[in-house]
């Protein structure tokens, strides 16, 4: 009995990833896409999964025919996504303090 072989397996892509970036160093990224477009996309994204998650919820409180799996499966995007969120501006404070407390 032989088992066939997986196919490629698509990597996750970050909400806070610029869409033009083909490598994480930014190589591959178009001219016209800046730190703040990237901070700007992500916060959309994470705005947008939170709505999503909300009107699912919404929806299944109002008795529409809405999966229950589908729910939890938004719900979490959500909250990973604030997570991440989160983890990223912790960085990006980390990041300012220890510039602001060089000694020049």
Request: glycine share 8%; aromatic share 2%; hydrophobic share 45%.
């Amino acid at each position: 009995m032989q088992i066939p072989p997986l196919g490629p397996v698509a990597p996750i892509q970050s909400p806070f990833r610029a869409s033009g970036a083909s490598s994480p160093s930014g190589a591959g990224a178009s001219k016209d896409s800046s730190f703040s477009d990237m901070v700007t996309k992500g916060l959309q994204s994470v705005s947008a999964s939170e709505k999503s998650a909300d009107s699912m919820v919404q929806g299944m409180a109002a008795g529409k025919p809405v999966q229950a799996a589908d729910v939890m499966i938004a719900t979490s995007k959500a909250s990973l996504s604030v997570q991440m969120l989160v983890a990223v501006r912790d960085q990006a404070v980390g990041a300012y303090r220890d510039i602001m407390n060089m000694q020049v």
